[in-house]
């Protein structure tokens, strides 16, 4: 994939404007003409970025919660479906249940499959053959997208992953601190459905993130930052804050 060597970034003022700007964004990519489905992500980036969306459709005359279709970058394995940890959860409390969705309208991996990697397969020829118009993908602190820990080709299919230690103790805050606690696997998108999405929006917040957002943006594309893959997306917009953009020559 050729590198695309001005990726659009909107650096606004803050994490407000940021999630404003991405919810309305998200808001239109949800009533997709060609019907393709809009690629969610979970995080604590993603919560006043979906706060911002539930304010927005409220208030908008064309939201219409029976034609929602939305799938997920990635689950946690091993954890029980009713686990208020599970990325479903987090789906249900930030947009599910604010939005009165039904529950099969937010796709995600089941974490909970008796076979991982069968339910991995599934779900990639699922979002395959439901195409995804906007793909929302936050950062991880190694550089991952979705859970695509590094070292990850470009050409990586929806799997599952173990998690870095780096990972664990990134979400350990919701696993009461502790980092062996958070599971240390996951079912995650790869980049190759990723970079199949017809646009990305990658949403960056806070100064702990400005070194790897600049790695990701200015580097040369590398499996060791799979973030870096994104550059040779032709439709890859980044917003961000002015902490995150600091070192964004
Ligand atoms: C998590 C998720 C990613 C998310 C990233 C950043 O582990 N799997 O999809 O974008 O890490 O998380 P945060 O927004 O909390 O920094």
Redesign the pocket.
Known sequence: MPPCLAPAVEVLSDATAVARRAAALLAEALWDPQGAATGL??????EPVYAALCDRLRGDARFDPQRWSSVN??EYVGLAPQDPRT?RAYMERHLGGPLGLQPQALQLPDGAAADPALEASRYGEAVRRQGLGLQL?????NG????NEPPCEVTAPCRVVQ?SDS?RR??AEAFGGEPAHVPAL?I?LGLAEILAARELLLVV??AG?AGILRRALQDPADARLPASWLQGHPQVRVLCDREAAALLG
């Open positions: 992500a979970t995080g604590r980036t993603m970058l990635d990325f993908l936050g950062l991880g602190s991952h997208v979705g859970f998690l990972t990134q979400n996951a995650t917040l806070g993130k």
